[in-house]
């Protein structure tokens, strides 16, 4: 640890830094940028190796060499601060405690499970259970392994504390929360898709719980992390955000748009009038929703895992009318150079490109072409 961090610390740019920081905030305003910000993920170079996750998660000191590396690379290209010290792309540098999708359901005592050296996954209470929690109202906010996240972000602290350019540069965002929606189907499973017809009124009892209790995680995480980089912009997801936390709502792809106006739109709101704003994740479509999330009232930012996948167009013409930005957008380096998606948000939005290797990230630096 001590050699890969002395490493960082005389490769660190603390200009190049503030520059980055600077060129994202002004993109989630709406504002002229020389370019939008773009972040590479790449597979690691030689000598650098991370290990395996299964090690990771019951490690803090191999998570954390993993995190500063590349903490996907086990299983393919990531965003990296060794690589983004060496080729000085537009990664806003950070690290997380990362324990899975299971982190805030253990709250509720689901239990995470690591088969191989897959991420974590968890296994729904069943509805006696969840019937249960509703009963007894907000969770005491203690579990093993949110635990284990609050130990691993005060080692974080620790061990960068001897390095002032990594201790200055390097964010520990809050972990991954995941959203009351999304934490809802890791508790209850798939069965959940048929309660909104079988049992609303109970439905809306869970998820009012879960979004009271999401608020007051997200907010016992934050308060132990570095993630602020100015009012109302915190470092999170591997870019910039803006707003106080990032709901995932990847299962709401799946819903019609009266469902999500009735059901998930008023959750969200609910956390984000108490954190004040926020933005929301989502993996897949979701198309046939657009304006019913557009209507979201306090969402200061989305963030895009497949934007492949949607009408882009369609959803930069509303962006742009609404100032809305997006966070994050992913794209493989063949389509983001083909259809150049720049074009069509030259600002208001930031970019990770997947590279095959890291001479190519380096070569598209070098180059101007992002």
């Not at 964010?171 to 959940?192: R, Y």
């Not at 898709?193 to 998820?207: G, I, K, M, N, V």
Request: one cysteine or more; charged letters at 20%; glycine letters at 6%.
């Amino acid at each position: 640890m001590t050699q890969l961090l002395e490493w960082i610390e005389e490769r660190i740019d603390l200009d190049h830094v503030a520059a980055v920081e600077e060129r994202h905030i002004k993109a989630l305003q709406w504002e002229p940028v020389d370019r939008p910000p773009v972040t590479f993920s790449a597979p690691v170079s030689e000598p650098f190796v991370v290990y395996p996750y299964a090690q990771a998660f019951h490690d803090s000191a191999k998570m954390m060499v993993n995190e500063l590396i590349g903490p996907y690379a086990a299983m393919g290209p990531s965003p990296s601060i060794v690589n983004s010290v060496l080729i000085k792309d537009d990664y806003p540098l950070q690290i997380r405690a990362f324990y899975g999708v299971g982190l805030f359901v253990s709250f509720f005592g689901a239990k995470s499970e690591i088969i191989g050296d897959n991420f974590p996954w968890t296994q729904p209470i069943g509805l006696e259970t969840l019937k249960r929690h509703v009963a007894r109202g907000v969770p005491e906010l203690k579990s093993e392994l949110s635990q284990r996240a609050l130990d691993t972000m005060a080692y974080y602290k620790e061990v960068l504390a001897p390095y002032p350019k990594c201790r200055q540069a390097i964010h520990i965002t809050q972990p991954d929360l995941q959203g009351p929606f999304e934490n809802a189907v890791h508790l209850w499973g798939s069965d959940i898709f048929t309660a909104f017809y079988d049992c609303p009124d109970f439905l809306r009892e869970l998820l009012d719980l879960l979004a009271e209790t999401w608020v007051l995680a997200c907010r016992k995480f934050a308060a132990e992390s570095t993630e602020t980089a100015r009012e109302d912009f915190i470092y999170l997801h591997f870019t910039i955000v803006k707003g106080k936390g990032l709901l995932k709502d990847d299962s709401t792809v799946m819903l019609s748009p009266q469902i999500y106006s009735e059901f998930i739109r008023p959750l969200n709101e609910k956390v984000f009038h108490a954190l004040g704003t926020g933005g929301i994740h989502w993996c897949g479509n979701g198309d046939q929703w657009r304006s019913k999330l557009m209507d979201t009232k306090g969402l200061a930012c989305i963030d895009w895992g497949n934007p492949d996948m949607i009408d882009l167009p369609a959803w930069a013409t509303i962006l742009r009318e609404r100032r809305l930005p997006v966070a994050r957008m992913e794209w493989k380096s063949n389509v983001f150079s083909e259809i150049v998606p720049a074009q069509l948000f030259p600002t208001g939005a930031s970019f990770v490109v997947m590279v095959d290797d890291f001479e190519q990230a380096r070569a598209m630096v070098q180059n101007g072409t992002v």
